[in-house]
């Protein structure tokens, strides 16, 4: 992706509308990155996690398969079982 700096890999979501994926912040002289997930139908992105100057990639996260039963119990205001 042109003007990005990808630091790990691309993670389609299972309905392939969205990609997830870790980025270095270019702004910051730290050289922290981000959490960032892309639609791919506007290429609109919205960060998710900052992982702060010590720095961090998508290896440990993925999609929730199924998250209407996996997460039946959560509050859709701030996603904590109710």
Not at 33 to 57: A, K
Not at 60 to 82: E, L, M, Q, V
Request: charged residues 25%; negative net charge.
């Amino acid at each position: 992706m042109p003007g990005r700096k990808i630091l790990g890999f691309l993670h389609w979501s299972p309905d392939s509308a969205y990609l997830l994926f870790s980025e270095e912040v270019r702004w910051n002289p730290l050289n922290a990155s981000q959490l960032v997930v892309l639609r791919v139908t506007d290429r609109e992105t919205v960060p998710v996690m900052d992982f702060g100057p010590e720095g961090g990639q998508d290896d440990n996260f993925s999609w929730i398969y199924d998250y209407k039963s996996f997460c039946a119990t959560c509050d859709r205001t701030d996603g904590r079982p109710r």
